[in-house]
C-alpha cells in the first residue's frame, strides 16, 4: 500500500538558517504530493502541492520538487522565520483516494 | 467564506461511554473525511462522506459510525471508547472527491 516516510524531528535551527525536510513516498500509481504545515492547537493548512513528476510546489517561501525517479519530495526554505515552527506533515493522495500521511516533523527556529 | 468548523474544540470522556463530534463544511464542499491524529503521529484516514452516502472506510472498527447531513455538515460518532481512542480528531472538506481537503482546527478528545 501507500505509504509516506518524513525524517523524524525535532529540527532545530536559528532564525535565517536554510531549511531541509526530507520526504520519501511508496504509491502503487501516479499520486499527487503535498505538503501540510501545523501550527500549535489548529489543524492542518496545505503549504503547497505538487501533481506530477518535476512540477515544483511553492509557497511563502517554501519549496518542494516532484522526484519520481527517488520518490522524494523535500521541502526546502532558504531562510526560516521564528513564526515557521510548526510541525510539517508530507502526504500524498492517488486519484479518487484518500490522503496518506507521514508522520509529521516538528520545526523549532530560535531568534 | 467561512471554513471548516468543528465542535466541540476538547472533551473528555470516560472509557466505555459513546461521543459525537460534529463538523460544518466549508460553503459549497460536498465530501467531507474525518482523519484521528494521535499525539506525535500523523493523521489516519476514517472514513469519507459524499453526498450523505459513505465512500470509503479506513481501517477502524464499527465502533466508529457517521453521518453526513443534506447541508453537508457531518458527525463522527465513537461508540464503546477505550482509552487508545484519545486524539485529536480532524474533519475535512472538499469540493468534491478529488478537491484538494481543506481541514478543520480539530476535536481534542481525551478518554480516562
Known amino acids: 500500500g501507500d505509504s509516506v516516510t518524513q525524517m523524524e524531528g525535532p529540527v532545530t535551527l536559528s532564525e535565517e538558517a536554510f531549511l531541509t525536510i526530507n520526504c520519501t513516498y511508496t504509491a502503487t500509481g501516479y499520486p499527487s504530493l503535498f505538503w501540510y504545515v501545523q501550527y500549535p492547537g489548529e489543524g492542518l493548512q496545505l503549504l503547497l502541492k505538487?501533481?506530477?513528476?518535476?512540477d515544483k510546489g511553492s509557497n511563502k517561501g517554501f519549496e518542494a520538487t516532484y522526484r519520481k525517479e527517488t520518490t522524494s519530495f523535500h521541502l526546502e526554505k532558504g531562510s526560516v522565520q521564528v513564526s515557521d515552527s510548526a510541525v510539517y506533515f508530507c502526504?500524498?493522495?492517488?486519484?479518487?483516494?484518500?490522503?496518506?500521511f507521514g508522520k509529521g516533523t516538528m520545526l523549532l527556529v530560535s531568534p | 467564506e467561512t471554513g471548516v468548523t468543528q465542535s466541540p474544540t476538547h472533551l473528555i470522556k470516560t472509557r466505555g461511554q459513546q461521543v459525537t463530534l460534529r463538523c460544518s463544511s466549508q460553503?459549497?464542499?460536498?465530501?467531507v473525511s474525518w482523519y484521528q491524529q494521535a499525539l506525535g503521529q500523523g493523521p489516519q484516514f476514517i472514513f469519507q462522506y459524499y453526498r450523505e452516502e459513505e465512500n470509503g472506510r479506513g481501517n477502524f472498527p464499527p465502533r466508529f459510525s457517521g453521518l453526513q447531513f443534506p447541508n453537508y455538515s457531518s458527525e463522527l460518532n465513537v461508540n464503546a471508547l477505550e482509552l487508545d481512542d484519545s486524539a485529536l480528531y480532524l474533519c475535512a472538506s472538499s469540493l468534491d472527491q478529488d478537491s484538494p481537503l481543506h481541514f478543520g482546527n480539530g476535536t481534542r478528545l481525551t478518554v480516562t
Open positions: 460553503s459549497g464542499h460536498n465530501t
Open positions: 502526504a500524498l493522495k492517488e486519484p479518487y483516494s484518500t490522503l496518506t
Open positions: 505538487a501533481t506530477k513528476a518535476d
